[in-house]
């Protein structure tokens, strides 16, 4: 059965910081582009940042650029994104994605809260 499963998720000031990891279970890793996105309220899914299967490209939307990192261990089967210098708009439900080819999984999201 795949699974991705996040944590890492909560409340934190502005300025703070959050590492977020994703799991997975039930496919095999390391093949697999990754993913992060974001849900804000009332707004779409927007993508957050992306590495490919081997790790060696990213890329991040223009908000997060300098502040997030994402990162991969396949040993570890597990995707992170690490979050500096938080705002109150990254306020949202991150989810990690995994996807190859028409295989294409998803977590079920984990909030982050960015508030004074």
């Known amino acids: 059965q795949v699974q991705l499963v996040e944590s890492g998720g909560g409340l934190v000031q502005p300025g703070g910081s959050l590492r977020l990891s994703c799991s997975a279970s039930g496919f095999t890793f390391r093949p697999y582009a990754w993913s992060w996105y974001r849900q804000a309220p009332g707004k779409e899914r927007e993508l957050v940042a992306a590495?490919?299967?081997?790790?060696?490209?990213?890329n991040y939307a223009d908000s997060v650029k300098g502040r997030f990192t994402i990162s991969r261990d396949n040993a570890k089967r597990t995707v992170c994104l690490q979050m500096n210098s938080l705002k109150p708009e990254d306020t949202a439900v991150y989810y990690c994605?995994?996807?190859?080819?028409?295989?294409?999984?998803w977590g079920k999201g984990t909030l982050v809260t960015v508030s004074s």
């Open positions: 994605r995994a996807s190859l080819g028409a295989m294409d999984y």
């Open positions: 590495i490919t299967s081997t790790g060696g490209s990213t």
